[in-house]
């Protein structure tokens, strides 16, 4: 069985696309902004008691426990599996 994505594709989705970029351009979440903290609305429950951790790019959910990478975000968003979402953020990102 051959590997649908290479290990360096899946690092670069995870780790170097913004997700602050994949929460506010590309799935456009609905997002509140108090003064420099941008809270967006979880793709799992709706709430924003949220948080964004850029140096470690990684969003999460307080309210129901879950952390997003930019792909689990577009996994739970567009409720759509693991390769589908890679595909889908592959095609939105310039290469």
Known sequence: MTRRFSPEELVFLRNRVPVTCVIENLLE???LRNHDKLSFA???CGGFDTSINTAHNLARCFACRQNFN???LVIHHLKIGFVDSVKWLKC???A
Do not use: G, K, S, Y
């Open 70 to 72: 930019p792909i689990e």
């Open 42 to 44: 979880c793709p799992v």
């Open 29 to 31: 979440l609905p997002t």
């Open 92 to 94: 939105r990102i310039p």
